[in-house]
């Protein structure tokens, strides 16, 4: 399998035909935390650092 089990939609997306051996399960979490800390990795920083500029006031 190689996509997320919980994409329902994708093309390969089966019922299992067989229970997960622990073996199996363990690598399948690990995957999926793997591909979560990849995906927070590429949504770092979640924002713009703030802006120091201060603007002057503006002449009379």
Known sequence: MNHDRNDV???DH???TKPESPAEEKARKKQE???QDQALEETF???DPVSPFVPAKAPD
């Open 9 to 11: 939609l994708h093309p």
């Open 14 to 16: 089966a019922v299992p």
């Open 33 to 35: 935390s793997d591909n």
């Open 45 to 47: 920083p979640a924002s």
